[in-house]
């Protein structure tokens, strides 16, 4: 069985520029999610979607941050305009449903703003 | 509140045993889980308790749970080189969101 694929693995772009990540979760996974891990800490969730519909963006900082995951499978996180603040690795992860079931995750994307 | 704290780092010979503990702060939380990372990979589930256990024991995993004091610790059992990397403890809240620790990072020395 194929994992959760992301793309592109290390990202490097200047303040005030946008970059966009891809995510390809495991088939049949409805739960996709996106977490932001800051070195040295754990994941954090920025936004959970239930085929294509969003279930928690609550710690999704929407002026610069936007997800998208369209036709139930595939998802673009984007980050516009990029601060050094969000140098980031970001994993996404999905899973069959929602309630305890197990998250499988992807490798991540290191995103590097200087 | 999602607060979970841990220790930051450990070192361990080969072949003895590592302790990883963590505590957390929602006594609601209906599951509790342990995941792996190694250097440049995603997370890996490797195992998880319900929170109406005390212990659950996989092959070299043994998970302790203590509800009263809302701690919960993880220890490897002959602990081998490849078990080198980042351990994360982390709740489930019943809004589907999972809250992570900062992460036990252990060293194995051959």
């Known amino acids: 069985e194929a994992g959760v694929a992301q793309s592109p693995r290390y990202k490097i772009i200047e303040k005030r520029q946008s970059v966009a990540f891809w995510c390809n979760p495991i088939?049949?996974?409805?739960?996709l999610y996106w977490y932001q891990q800051i070195l040295g800490q754990g994941p954090k969730l920025l936004i959970q979607?239930?085929?294509?519909?969003?279930?928690?963006d609550s710690q999704l900082p929407k002026d610069r941050f936007s997800a998208e995951r369209l036709k139930g499978v595939d998802s673009t996180l984007k980050i516009q305009p990029a601060k050094l603040e969000d140098s980031a690795v970001y994993l996404c992860?999905?899973?069959?449903?929602?309630?305890?079931?197990?998250?499988?995750f992807g490798p991540g994307t290191r995103l590097t703003v200087l | 509140g999602e607060d979970v704290e841990q220790s930051l780092f450990l070192s361990v010979r080969e072949g003895d045993s590592s302790v990883i503990n963590c505590t957390y702060t929602?006594?609601?939380?209906?599951?509790l889980y342990w995941y792996k990372q190694e250097p440049g990979a995603g997370l890996q589930l490797l195992t998880y308790?319900?929170?109406?256990?005390d212990m659950k024991q996989d092959q070299r995993l043994t998970v302790l749970l203590n509800k009263k004091d809302k701690h919960l610790s993880l220890r490897i059992a002959d602990t081998q080189t490849g078990d080198s990397a980042i351990y994360f403890c982390?709740?489930?809240?019943?809004?589907?969101?999972?809250?992570f620790g900062k992460g036990n990072q252990v060293v194995v020395i051959p």
């Open positions: 992860a999905s899973s069959l449903g929602s309630f305890g079931n197990e998250q499988f």
């Open positions: 088939s049949g996974h409805a739960t």
């Open positions: 979607f239930q085929n294509n519909g969003v279930v928690d």
């Open positions: 929602d006594s609601s939380s209906t599951y």
């Open positions: 308790i319900f929170s109406n256990m």
């Open positions: 982390a709740e489930f809240y019943g809004n589907n969101r999972l809250a």
